[in-house]
């Protein structure tokens, strides 16, 4: 039984068979959509498809397209199946009267690229790949490096030189092959296809790899789970993601739809793509109101999400617009704040995984969603990763002597 039975471009809408392509249309580059068995999965209920006794995302496995469940006993087995709280004081402060973070911190490398790569490492062990790449701004190479790690598999990471030191020492300690190029992600990015060119590597690049959204995917079932499931919403679902190449939030579309199409949910969740003003392509090509993503020079604190052209824009800005959501900006400055917020209710994210909430809060005052919409921020990644903007976010820590006196004056001001 064959659960994945073929690929469609998301921009000529041609089908391929699973051996046909690896990687993007051959036609016009698009991103390719897995296309699972929908007529096969109609017929399963809700308990057939999720296996409780799996604590990660393998407990969805009827819906992954890969045909084996590896890596028993190592971190590939607890990626994903992140908590979701509901912090009262949050609530309060926004004005909202129904509210999820879904913290992927929790995650085995720390941050929500382990979805994608535990599904790429499936992946390459069933088409018998030996070594696989990526570029990355430092996430997605720690979940690669990470997860191929625990099943023995060798992996080469593509990183700016300028990613964040904690990025970088997690590459190392993992073991994979590190090379770090003195210039931007894009860069990193179009080097990474190069060398995967010449040394028949396989390459799990973000936006280019179509596995990756169906990693990426398992946190729209998660969120169907932990959310749709236990609660009756008389709205849909709001749910705010941040925006770099825009794998994420299409992946989270892609679950959704996934789900719609087999009869589990009946209504679709509303996706917010929330970007830094500093790296803005998507958002733009939304107020323009044309299907045409144009390069920006990206330059924001939120590394993870820093990004030229992204490279899966096109189904980025689909997941927005077909779902009745939309795009959002936020100023740095307004990320940073959202990284106390979060710090205040016991959850530390980095710049890129605090965005959502600051796009959450720009879509309040503008009126985009409301005090009665049920909302759902993704925090993407920890603030462990980057404590350069933690301190940023954070400001100083008084230093005294170590006398009474000074501690008295300090909890008096
Ligand atoms: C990669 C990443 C993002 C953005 O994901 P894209 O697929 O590039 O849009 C957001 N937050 C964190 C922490 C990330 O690592
Ligand atoms: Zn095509």
């Known amino acids: 039984m064959a659960k994945f039975i073929g690929y469609q471009c998301s921009i000529c809408g041609k089908e391929y068979e699973p051996g046909e392509v690896t990687y993007t249309c051959p036609e016009d580059n698009g991103n390719l959509d897995v296309i699972l068995d929908y007529q096969e999965l109609k017929n399963k209920t809700t308990a057939e498809l999720i296996n409780k006794n ?91 490096a990470g997860m191929a790690a625990a099943v023995e598999q060798d992996s080469v990471i593509f990183a700016p030189e300028t990613a964040p030191p904690a990025k970088i020492a997690q590459l190392l300690i993992y073991g994979a092959q590190v090379i770090l190029v003195n210039d931007n992600y894009d860069a990193a990015y179009k080097l990474s296809l190069e060398a995967t060119e010449e040394f028949g590597w396989y390459n799990r690049n973000t936006g280019y ?19 749709l499931l236990s609660n009756q919403l008389d709205r849909p679902l709001c749910v705010f993601v941040s925006v770099g190449d825009g794998n994420i939030i299409s992946g989270i579309h892609k679950g959704f739809k996934d789900l719609y199409k087999i009869g589990q949910i009946k209504q679709m969740p509303r996706i917010f793509g929330c970007q830094s003003t500093g790296s803005a392509a998507i ?15 990206a330059d924001t604190l939120a590394d993870s999400i820093s990004v030229n052209l992204p490279s899966d824009g096109l189904r980025a800005l689909r997941a927005a617009t077909q779902t009745d959501g939309a795009y959002i900006v936020v100023e740095d400055q307004a990320i940073l704040t959202a990284i106390a917020d979060l710090g205040k209710v016991g959850i530390f994210a ?5 965005t959502s909430l600051a796009g959450l809060k720009q879509a309040l005052q503008d009126g985009l969603v409301g005090e009665d919409d049920p909302i759902l921020v993704l925090n993407t990644g920890s603030g462990l990763k980057d404590v350069k903007a933690a301190m940023q976010a954070a400001g100083e820590a008084p230093v005294i002597s170590p006398v009474l006196g000074e501690v008295k004056k300090l909890i008096r001001s």
């Open 350 to 354: 980095e710049p890129a995984g605090a």
């Open 209 to 227: 790899n179509p596995f990756t959204a169906e990693g990426k995917k398992t946190a729209a079932y998660e969120i169907w789970e932990q959310v």
């Open 54 to 144: 799996e604590s990660s995302l393998w407990r969805y496995f009827p819906l992954l397209p890969v045909s084996d469940l590896i890596g028993e006993g190592t971190t590939i087995r607890s990626a994903g199946w992140t908590p979701t709280f509901s912090p009262p004081q949050l609530k309060k402060e926004l004005g909202v009267n129904q509210l999820w973070i879904k913290d992927e911190s929790s995650n085995p490398t720390a941050s929500f690229k382990d979805r994608a790569s535990a599904i790429l490492v499936a992946r390459a062990k069933e088409i018998g790949a030996e070594v696989i790449v990526t570029a990355s701004t430092g996430n997605a190479g720690a979940a690669l």
């Open 283 to 297: 958002y733009n090509a939304y107020k323009s109101g044309k299907e045409e993503i144009i390069a920006v020079s």
